[in-house]
């Protein structure tokens, strides 16, 4: 496959499905059946393919609402809820969790990812609030009370700085939501799954013919609708958890100019760079995902910079070249896992 053909990497369910079918439907090389879940969660799908022959839905839906009673600012019970309302409160260990690797990540990436940049993206209207354009004079008002280190975490207690600072885990939940659908599954013995919530994805084992899971790659094509996937090659991978951030999906027109759904928490403006998608893939789905929003704002050169400071993360990305014109970069070591 030429370099210049390959396009956007986008994971989507529908794809995902077409694509795991032919495994789980296929010849099968043991006794034992493939379980396929699929429902609804923090705003989006998820859909579970897993060996077994027992049916684990009940388990699988409690630790997704378990998360979703941690994690989900659309929940006006989660604990993240309280939080960003101000509420006397002891965070649980979820929320504690994702909030030390979201700390993590924020150092090592200079702090590109940020989750408390939710005031900025509800001020340019991606967020759970809509509204007009910011003006420069407000997006520098919010940009007062955004940043991790205006916040800390005191035992099991949120400390801000600003009772305006708000969470917002959205770049990092579906992950940590993924992983925690895994473990489950392996802690019922389960060996051989593939999970993937809103197109971040872990697998571990193969597919009901043996193999490794294959995960559909779609095409480029500005799509705010996601009507469009058609598949241009084919990531096969296992044992690993993999997410995906890209703008070409979401964004938005205003006054002729187009405007990214990330945003940078320094400068509280849509980034404005070449990456037009990022995959991650990582040991964990919660990650994958942080960097992948991670490496959205710093662009590719600064994203190079972090990978070569890590061995446990590698990278896909798509960008524009000085011509405008779609061109790939990855880690050497994913090359040999996609093919036509």
Known sequence: MKKKNICRLLILPLAILSIVAVAVFGERRNNTAYQRDSGFIFGTSYN???QSDNSLKKGIEQTLAE????????????VITAVNENRDMKVDKMFADVYGLARQVYVDTDGAFDITVGPLVNAWGFGFKSGTMPTDKEVDRIRGYVGMEKISLNGRTIEKQDPRTLLDCSAIA????????ADYLKSQGIKNYMVEIGGEIAAKGHNANGNAWKIGVTKPTDDTLAVKQDIQAVLTMTDIAMATSGNYRNYYYKNGKKYAHTIDPKTGYPVQHSI?????IADNCAKADAYATAFMVLGLNKAQKVLSRH???KAYIIYSDDKGKTAVWC???LKDNITE
């Open 67 to 78: 998360v979703d009673n941690s994690l989900s600012p659309f929940n006006k019970e989660s």
């Open 276 to 280: 037009l998608s990022t995959t991650v």
């Open 174 to 181: 579906k992950g940590y939501g993924v992983d925690m659908v």
């Open 48 to 50: 579970i393919i897993y």
């Open 311 to 313: 061995n446990d993360i």
């Open 331 to 333: 880690s050497p070591e």
